[in-house]
């Protein structure tokens, strides 16, 4: 790792740690290991799957993959990605949400949690840390009046949506979210009538 974006990684900790403790599948002995891609192609070559992301996370070797930095900004470089998902997250944000997956896998099991509904399993994250480069208010109101776009950036932001409903407003816990039945669409619809006055 270059010395600069080690240095960017170090003064990211604090807050990384703070996100990470928000969960309740925190534990002082979870250990995040993780690979900073040093540009796109290696980026692609460990992530082939999901190439156009920021970070990946691999449950099995407890081990992320975030995409690469720009070493004067400490930015993650969003590469093919910018066309659907414009506004580039932090350092904090990639790492602390690929940290989230990780514990979540741990502790519901590998083979459970890939088979989370997305917007359960990612929506869980997102809640739990929210990224600081959506505005949230905004997508809201797009939401509520029927115009937020068609991209990953929107999709994100309605699992965030719906999965903080339930924690929030229902008093769900992140293990009760994941074992329930509930309809992403039939969520949504509750925090339109509820929300969107």
């Known amino acids: 790792m270059d010395k600069e974006i080690k240095q960017h990684v170090i003064r990211a900790e604090p807050e990384i740690i703070s996100r990470l403790k928000r969960s309740e599948f925190y534990s002082d002995a979870f250990t995040l290991k993780m690979t900073i891609a040093s540009?796109?192609?290696q980026y692609t070559v460990m992530v082939p799957y999901f190439p156009r992301s920021f970070g990946a996370a691999y449950p099995f070797f407890n081990y992320a993959f975030i995409a690469p930095i720009d070493a004067q900004t400490g930015e993650i470089i969003a590469g093919a990605r910018?066309?659907?998902?414009p506004a580039t997250p932090s350092l904090e944000d990639v790492i602390?949400?690929?940290g989230i997956h990780l514990m979540v896998n741990k502790a519901l099991g590998s083979v459970k949690a890939r088979f989370l509904p997305t917007w359960k399993y990612e929506g869980y994250a997102e809640h739990i840390s929210p990224p600081k480069h959506r505005d949230a208010k905004k997508m809201l109101a797009d939401f509520c009046g029927d115009t937020l776009e068609d991209s990953a950036s929107s999709d994100y932001f309605l699992y965030r949506l719906a999965v903080g409903h339930l924690m929030e407003a229902k008093g769900m816990k992140g293990r009760d979210v994941f074992e329930?039945?509930?309809e992403f669409s039939?969520?949504?619809?509750?925090v339109k009538s509820l929300r969107c006055l």
């Open 82 to 85: 910018t066309k659907l998902q």
């Open 96 to 98: 602390a949400h690929e």
């Open 186 to 190: 039939d969520v949504l619809s509750e």
């Open 180 to 182: 329930s039945e509930l």
């Open 39 to 41: 540009h796109n192609f």
